[in-house]
Structures are given as C-alpha cells and as structure tokens.
C-alpha cells in the first residue's frame, strides 16, 4: 500500500505531502485493508486534490465539511471503514487544538457533520522555509546579489538581506547604485561577522562567545540587526565584572546601547572600590572619570576612597594628566575628608602644591572645617554627602498651625525622592517659634506660642542621631513671632512679640556655656520679621510694627564684632511673615503679609555688594508665615496661608538659573507658622509616613 501511495505522489512531485501522510498511515492502515485497489487509489487521490482546500482538517488531510461521509472518528475512505476514536491522531473527544507538535488547529471541535471552518497553522513552516532558502544560499541558487567584505565575497538574496535588516532594506528599495549592482561592498563588518550575521538571516542562530561579541555587536548595530545586537548586549551584561564593567560603559555608549550603558554605569557605581583598582579604571579620559566621581550614586563608605582613586588615575601618566587633574579633583569632595587626612594626604600631594585651581578647593575644604555654623553659608555641590554615605539631606518641618490647631509634629521632606517621614515629636505643641541648625547638624528651637496663646522661653535640641529632643537653658524673655538665626557658633533671638508688647531687644546663645545674654537692641522693635545670617553679619528684614500686623520695609544689619545695628536699602515692598534665606551669596525674601487685606507671593533678591533689592519670578501661590529651606541650589517654600483660615499644604521650589518657581510636592498636612531648615538625617532613623 506504501508503494501505491508513493507511486501517486511521485505523479504529483510533492514529497512534503507524502511525508505527512505517511505519518498517519498506521492510523488508515487497517481500515484501508481489503479495499479494492481502485478505491485506495481515488481515497489518495481526493486527499492530494482537496489538500489545497482550507476548509476542515483531520490530522494533516484536509476533507471539506460536504464530503464527509461520517463524523469525524470515521475514516475518512466511507462510513463503513471507520477508525476507532481512540486510534485517531487526536483526541476529538477533549477538544484538543494542537493536531502535532508542529501544527495547531483552531475553532470549533464539535463532532458530526457541519462543523464550522477551521484554520491551520503549521508552526515549523516558517523554519522548514529558511532552512531551505539557506540550502539554496550554500548551493549557489538563485542568489542576486554578492556582499564583498574586505574582499571575502557573501552570496545571497536580497529579498531575504531586506527582510532581516533594515540597513540593506534601505539599501536595495532606494535609487542608489547598490540597488542595481549584482556585487555590493559593505564596509565597517569583519568577514567573519557577516558570516555569523548571514547564518542568522537565514537560520535564526547566531553563536555568541567572548572572543566575538563586541565585533558582533559592532555589526548588528552597523546594520541594524537589533535581535542580535540585544542579544549581544545581554550576553556582555551577564559576563560583567568589576575588570570589564568600565570598558563595556565605554563600549555601549560607543554604540549606543543605552540599556547596557546604565546598567554598566551603576556596575561601576555600586562597586567603585574594585573597579578603581583594576587596568580598565587607569585608561580612563578625564572626562568620564568626572561622570563616575560626580555622581551623588558613587557608593563609597569614606569620601577619602574617591581621593585615593582619583591619585592613582593621575599617578598613571602624570605628565599627560596634570592640566586636567583639577578638573577631576573639583569633583571630589574635600569639604567631607577628614581634617587628618585633608592635612596628611591631600595637601602633601605635589600636584595640588602645583595647581592654583586645586589649592582654592583645599581652602574651601579648609573653611569648611574650621567654621562649623557657617556651613549653611558655604553649601557646594561638594558639601552634599554621596547618598551611600548613611544619610539623605531632607527639610525638617517643626510644629506650626493647621486651622488653628498647634501642632507637635515633626516631620521630614526627601526633595529627591518627595517623600515624608515622621521624626520625633516635640515635648509640646508650639507655633511661631524659631528654629535654626547648626554647622554640627544639630536642630535648636526657641520660643513660640502655646496652644493658650502665652508666649514660650524654652530651648531645644535636636539629635538626629539620636532621634530625641532634649531641653536647654531658657531665654532671658519669652517671645513668639520671633526670628531665629544662627552666626558664628552663636544663636540669635530676635525681636518678637511677649505677650503684650512687640520686643526690639535681641538675646544671643551660647552653645558651649549653654547660657543667653541680651545684645545691642534693634533700631526699630518688629515682630514676624525674616531673619538670616550672612558672611559674618546678621539680617532682619520687614515684620509687623502695628497692631493690624501690617508689613514694613526696613532691613536691618547687626555687626557682632562692633556691636551695632545699621539700616540699610529698604525692601521692594513692606513684608511681614515673610520667610528668607541665603542662595549664593544673596539674600531671598519670599512671601509675607504685603498689606491689611493681602498676602503676596512676590519674591525679592538682595545683593550684599551693592546693597540693592531686584524682584524675582513670584511664587505660584500667595503665602504668609511659610517655611523655607535650601537644598541642592534650590529654595524650597512650604506651607503657609493664602489668606485667613486658608491653609496651604504645598511645596513650591525655585530654581536661581531659570528663575522658575515649580509645585513639587504636598505635605501631610496643611499648616502655617511652620519653620523648616535643612539636615543630614541617617536614612535608618526615619520611620516611613507616606
């Protein structure tokens, strides 16, 4: 019976269908025994006639729903030769789509006559093809076109070239000459890599190995092979180390792996003490050394690591890297090494003896270090501690009002990441109180308003550390709506309001005594003014002078070393409860009450050296008695009212190089009165609210 059915397919040259016939032919084979030879020969006959039917299927023959002369389980040559339903090639019985490993059958199984229409799908189809047209490339047939690789000539077929890369896709549908030539140069491939590209197009396989990657890689990206080029990257991804992690960054961004360039960079981030100690580490150009050095993300225990890698770069070719070497060191940050080993280490290196520009950064480090409190002043990208160095700069946000209720809460803001978490409480709830930092990243507060209305003396500090408040020697007065401001190791209480009568006098603390004593007064007593400290000098700007809390536009400077107070250039416009701080070497005053029926969101800049004042871009929102930090450059403002009874719970921040203002995140709750600094608070002492 074989041979009879050989002998009709030889008739009709299909062997693929001959192929699956014979596959199924145990299945017919008894049934089929016994049947004259006429009518084997018309079954066989019918199946090769109707296989170009697409209309219903059993294993591979195609029998139109019509010509069925059974239910399906009946064979397929009359009703009277059925096949046993467990001896067909699929269970009919559970509805089973998949007819073979190789194939799938979709729709309707119901059994008997009438069944819907079904599609078949050949899955090995698509493969049997390429395996073929690869056979034909190999053998020479019908090849149209000849890639010559430096001289090494590549047979193929440009319809297959064209559907496998979009490179010779463009090449062949436009005008250009290579689209007419049989012989067609491609430049920028190794031999070899074609080769391994050509087997891809016409296989779907391509051997990676570490001896062919980057060329492979280099390749597929030439020509816009993108499967293999991700494939390529994934396998450099997987094999990275802390020896190859710089070159593969190097590499990818040659080639623009954007994916395989970040996760290299953070490979070389995340393990910067090994990397920093192999070869790869020693051939780096400046300006990439700068991108690692530079990156709050550098994951460092000491900031000394970076010092010592950064000497060794430069100590592999001193000549050639000595005019760069402070463009590098710029990036390191010396405010945070060590006094020891800013003096033993850094210094006694010959090339920051010899560069100007290195010694003006050892100064800095220096200032920084011998003037504690004046580290607010001298913030520099420098002095902003590397995010795996235990802590994260947030914005402490201390008591205040939300709707006439006093508050206790203390809570702190992460601008990188815009969340809140809740630190210790304070011992009472208190409101227009004053609240500075210190350059030894402690908190103090002083003064306030009782939820009675009494006005407070209490002293307070804050261990971060710790996470606790602890009580300090009272002011000589009590004050609320005063200002607070640290200057030179001391803490200055000013002005305010007692209870009955606003104050100009001015209490200074001492933190090694733990003891206040009153200085020189005010010219004019004020209350809610803005105060900051500057370069040695102490500045109070606005407050309210009338019982309808009206502002004024007097500035006022204190000298501590002659004990005197001198006006200055008047505001722009009056201010009381307004907020301030200094941002490169200028003095911000935000917000305020401007008039008995009006809170402002106007924004004022004063210059030191000139003593002027200049409007700068107003806030998005009108907010009297706000918060106001500094962090990375930036002014952050929280809270505040828009008018009576009106609380907000924004946070706006403004930007000096495009003088913008942007909302960039709500607190947990509304609240005004607040008063808000920055601090380095370790990241295991925060407690997650939101």
């Not at 689209?179 to 920028?188: D, F, I, L, P």
């Not at 070389?268 to 790869?280: I, K, M």
């Not at 005063?482 to 006098?505: F, H, I, K, T």
């Not at 019982?547 to 004990?563: A, F, H, K, M, T």
Request: charged share 25%; aromatic share 8%.
């Amino acid at each position: 019976m074989v041979a009879k059915i050989t002998s009709q397919f030889s008739v009709h040259h299909d062997w693929l269908k001959l192929k699956r016939i014979l596959d199924v032919w145990e299945f017919f084979e008894k049934d089929i025994a016994g049947l004259p030879s006429a009518n084997v020969n018309r079954n066989i006959e019918a199946a090769l006639l109707l296989e170009r039917d697409d209309k219903i299927y059993l294993n591979v023959l195609k029998i139109p729903s019509r010509m069925l002369l059974a239910p399906i389980g009946q064979s397929i040559l009359g009703a009277e030769n059925s096949i046993p339903t467990n001896r067909l090639p699929y269970n009919s019985r559970q509805r089973k789509p998949s007819l073979d490993s190789d194939s799938t059958l979709s729709g309707d199984t119901t059994d008997g006559p009438g069944a819907d229409e079904y599609k078949f799908v050949e899955t090995s189809h698509s493969q049997e093809v390429l395996l073929g047209l690869n056979e034909l490339r190999k053998d020479g047939h019908f090849c149209d076109v000849t890639l010559l690789v430096e001289g090494d000539k590549f047979p193929a077929h440009r319809n297959v070239l064209a559907s496998f890369s979009p490179y010779f896709k463009a090449m062949f549908t436009s005008k250009l000459a290579e689209s007419r030539q049989s012989m067609v140069a491609v430049n920028g491939v190794e031999p070899a890599m074609m080769g391994l590209l050509l087997e891809y197009a016409y296989t779907s396989t391509v051997t990676i190995t570490r001896s062919n990657v980057q060329s492979l890689l280099s390749a597929a990206n030439l020509l816009q092979v993108l499967p293999v080029r991700d494939a390529a990257c994934l396998y450099l991804e997987r094999h990275m180390d802390s020896t190859n992690c710089v070159g593969i960054h190097c590499f990818a961004e040659t080639h623009a792996c954007t994916d395989l360039q970040l996760k290299a960079r953070l490979f070389t981030l995340r393990n910067f003490w090994d990397v920093a100690h192999g070869e790869e580490f020693l051939g780096l150009s400046a300006s990439k050394l700068v991108e690692f050095v530079s990156s709050d993300d550098l994951e460092v225990e000491r900031e000394e690591t970076v010092f010592q890698s950064v000497i060794r770069w430069y100590n592999n070719n001193p000549e050639s890297r000595r005019p760069e070497f402070h463009k590098v060191l710029e990036y390191v940050r010396l405010p945070l090494l060590s006094p020891y080993f800013l003096h033993d280490c850094v210094e006694g290196q010959l090339v920051v003896r010899q560069s100007q520009e290195a010694r003006v950064l050892i100064e800095e480090a220096k200032r920084f270090h011998l003037l504690p409190d004046r580290r607010m002043e001298l913030q520099s990208p420098r002095t902003k501690p590397r995010k795996s160095a235990g802590t994260v700069q947030v914005i402490v946000a201390v008591g205040g009002e939300d709707d006439k209720v006093v508050l206790r809460s203390v809570e702190c803001y992460d601008p990188v990441s815009r969340q809140w978490r809740t630190l210790a409480c304070l011992p009472f709830a208190v409101s227009k109180h004053g609240l500075v930092a210190s350059g030894k990243n402690t908190l103090y507060l002083a003064g306030g308003e009782f939820p009675d209305g009494s006005a407070s003396r209490s002293m307070w500090r804050y261990d971060p550390i710790l996470d606790v408040w602890q009580e300090m020697a009272p002011m000589l007065i009590p004050r609320s709506e005063l200002g607070l401001a640290m200057l030179d190791g001391s803490v200055y209480a000013v002005g305010g309001w007692e209870g009955s009568y606003r104050l100009d006098c001015v209490e200074r603390y001492d933190l090694d005594s733990n003891s206040w004593h009153f200085i020189t007064p005010m010219k004019m007593a004020v209350t809610s003014p803005a105060v900051v400290a500057h370069d040695g000098m102490l500045y109070v700007t606005g407050g309210a002078v009338l019982e309808d809390g009206d502002g004024i536009e007097l500035v006022q400077r204190y000298d501590p070393r002659s004990n005197t107070w001198t006006e200055l250039a008047p505001m722009l416009i009056p201010r009381s409860g307004s907020a301030a701080c200094v941002l490169d070497g200028h003095i911000y005053v935000v917000g305020g009450w401007h008039a008995s029926t009006e809170n402002t969101n106007k924004v004022e800049r004063y210059d030191v050296q000139t003593n002027t004042w200049e409007f700068k871009a107003p806030m998005r929102e009108r907010r009297y008695r706000p918060g106001v930090a500094v962090v990375d450059r930036h002014i952050f403002v929280l809270g505040g009212e828009e008018g009576w009874d009106r609380y907000h719970d924004t946070i706006e921040c403004y930007s000096p190089d495009s003088d913008t203002w942007q909302l960039t995140g709500e607190m947990p709750t509304s609240r005004s009165w607040l008063s808000c600094v920055p601090l380095q608070v370790k990241k295991a002492s925060t407690k997650e609210e939101s």
